[in-house]
């Protein structure tokens, strides 16, 4: 009987020894995860252009004697650099940045790849730079629709959740600030969060935090 016990409390032992290595191993997976979110703005581009809302009527420059400029033409539209970001969407109100967060459609912790905004069914969206459309799906299975733009300096922008706009197609070239679609049906793997945008930039191949080119979150 004492040798059957003896047996009973080494398995028992054992058998926490081994709950504890595997709580270890997973609390150092989540650190090792979470010190990598932090450090993967390094790999971005270091610089930080700035933004125009797609509804913003004020013209930069001049003053508010002199309106337009030197030239004070009121049709005269100042130049912006080529790298000036727009917003994807007017009134943007953002839901969900880029970080490590709680996904209420999948149920679980996982890394948000993209920045949501908050929008209704039937919202235009909008171009952030002049590029090139590189992809447009109007049939995901899971109803993940998206449209994705190649910029110049190996950069792209995805808008996804949308319904393209009729006639847009692989090829076409835009402008910053361009309808390419408007705002659909809540559905896919963010279909809990409802109607929105979710928007995601790459630099090189690699997925970026959209707010350090669009600058909206406050520090």
Same mark, same amino acid.
Not at 104 to 121: E, N, P
Not at 180 to 189: E, F, K, N
């Given at each position: 009987?004492?040798?059957?016990?003896?047996?009973?409390?080494? +398995?028992?032992?054992? /058998?926490?020894?081994?709950?504890?290595?595997?709580?270890?191993?997973?609390?150092?997976?989540?650190?090792?995860?979470?010190?990598?979110?932090?450090?993967?703005?390094?790999?971005?581009?270091?610089?930080?252009?700035?933004?125009?809302?797609?509804?913003?009527?004020?013209?930069?420059?001049?003053?508010?004697?002199n309106p337009g400029g030197d030239d004070n033409k009121p049709d005269d539209k100042p130049t912006v650099g080529d790298n000036e970001f727009?917003?994807?969407?007017?009134?943007?109100?953002?839901?969900?940045? /880029?970080?490590?967060?709680?996904?209420?459609?999948?149920?679980?912790?996982?890394?948000?790849?993209?920045?949501?905004?908050?929008?209704?069914?039937?919202?235009?969206?909008?171009?952030?730079?002049?590029?090139?459309?590189?992809?447009?799906?109007?049939?995901?299975?899971?109803?993940?629709? /998206?449209?994705?733009?190649?910029?110049?300096?190996?950069?792209?922008?995805?808008?996804?959740?949308?319904?393209? +706009?009729?006639?847009?197609?692989?090829?076409?070239?835009?402008?910053?600030?361009?309808?390419?679609?408007?705002?659909?049906?809540?559905?896919?793997?963010?279909?809990?969060?409802?109607?929105?945008?979710?928007?995601?930039?790459?630099?090189?191949?690699?997925?970026?935090?959209?707010?350090? /080119?669009?600058?909206?979150?406050?520090?």
């Amino acid at each position: 009987m004492k040798e059957q016990n003896k047996k009973s409390k080494k +398995k028992i032992l054992l /058998y926490y020894l081994i709950l504890a290595a595997c709580l270890l191993v997973i609390a150092a997976v989540t650190v090792t995860l979470i010190f990598t979110v932090g450090k993967r703005n390094d790999n971005v581009l270091d610089n930080n252009p700035g933004i125009n809302n797609p509804d913003d009527g004020n013209k930069p420059g001049g003053d508010d004697n002199n309106p337009g400029g030197d030239d004070n033409k009121p049709d005269d539209k100042p130049t912006v650099g080529d790298n000036e970001f727009g917003l994807p969407i007017a009134n943007a109100t953002v839901t969900t940045s /880029y970080e490590f967060s709680y996904d209420t459609t999948l149920d679980r912790y996982c890394v948000h790849q993209g920045m949501d905004f908050q929008a209704k069914a039937g919202d235009e969206v909008c171009a952030v730079l002049a590029g090139t459309v590189t992809k447009v799906v109007t049939d995901h299975i899971l109803g993940e629709n /998206y449209v994705t733009i190649t910029h110049a300096n190996n950069m792209t922008t995805t808008y996804k959740y949308i319904t393209a +706009k009729e006639g847009l197609k692989e090829g076409d070239t835009v402008k910053r600030g361009d309808v390419i679609g408007t705002i659909a049906a809540a559905s896919g793997m963010e279909m809990k969060q409802g109607e929105h945008l979710h928007f995601e930039i790459t630099v090189n191949g690699k997925l970026a935090d959209p707010n350090i /080119y669009l600058d909206i979150i406050e520090k």
